[in-house]
T-cell receptor, first 114, second 112 residues
């Protein structure tokens, strides 16, 4: 158990819909990362937050947005969903934002768009 | 674009044999990390090697880094069934170390 929690575990929805994925980082970790993992694209970095502020942006679509709240939990919002958005979405946390810090991954949310 | 690229994409070996996976990357880095992912689960950190290190060991794991060739290798010795997983390398950008890029991974299957 990494200490990172993600809800829900599974999500099935239809195209055009909007969903929110939630992540609670390990106790004491200030940095949160979001990743998308699909079979054809591998693990894609989406976005990183550190202590409530956006720190780095990866291949995140404009239809997607995220935020980190004062209690350090984070939410990833996916809107106008398309079939291609079906994937595993992982959240990870680390104590600090630098690349030398180990990232601890949550169990993921499996999103299926029908 | 992908920073790290693992090779091979998939590898099957007999239990007890050694497994070697390689990672190549494009830009200068501060450090490189290896992670393991069991099917459908979150990634687990294995080892970090800094750009000024050439080799690092952790239990049955041995990681090497050749910055001149922009490549790293992960060796798992005396493989076990529990080593069956996907292995990913992750690299940062030397000039912007807060962005970590993962490769597509090597799927390792240990045969009984």
């Amino acid at each position: 158990d990494s200490g990172v929690t993600q809800t829900p575990k599974h999500l099935i929805t239809a195209t055009g819909q909007r969903v929110t994925l939630r992540c609670s980082p390990r106790s004491g970790d200030l940095s949160v990362y979001w990743y998308q993992q699909s079979l054809d694209q591998g693990l894609q970095f989406l976005i990183q937050y550190y202590n409530g502020e956006e720190r780095a942006k990866g291949n995140i679509l404009e239809r997607f947005s995220a935020q980190q709240f004062p209690d350090l939990h984070s939410e990833l919002n996916l809107s106008s969903l398309e079939l291609g958005d079906s994937a595993l979405y992982f959240c990870a946390s680390s104590a600090r934002p630098g690349s030398t810090d180990t990232q601890y991954f949550g169990p993921g949310t499996r999103l299926t768009v029908l | 674009s992908q920073q790290g690229e693992e090779d091979p994409q998939a590898l099957s070996i007999q239990e007890g044999e050694n497994a070697t996976m390689n990672c190549s990357y494009k830009t200068s880095i501060n450090n490189l990390q290896w992670y393991r992912q069991n099917s459908g689960r979150g990634l687990v950190h294995l080892i970090l090697i800094r750009s000024n290190e050439r080799e690092k060991h952790s239990g049955r794991l041995r990681v090497t880094l050749d910055t001149s060739k922009k490549s790293s290798s992960l060796l798992i010795t005396a493989s076990r069934a529990a080593d069956t997983a996907s292995y990913f390398c992750a690299t940062d950008d030397r000039y912007r170390d807060d962005k970590i890029i993962f490769g597509k991974g090597t799927r390792l299957h240990i045969l009984p």
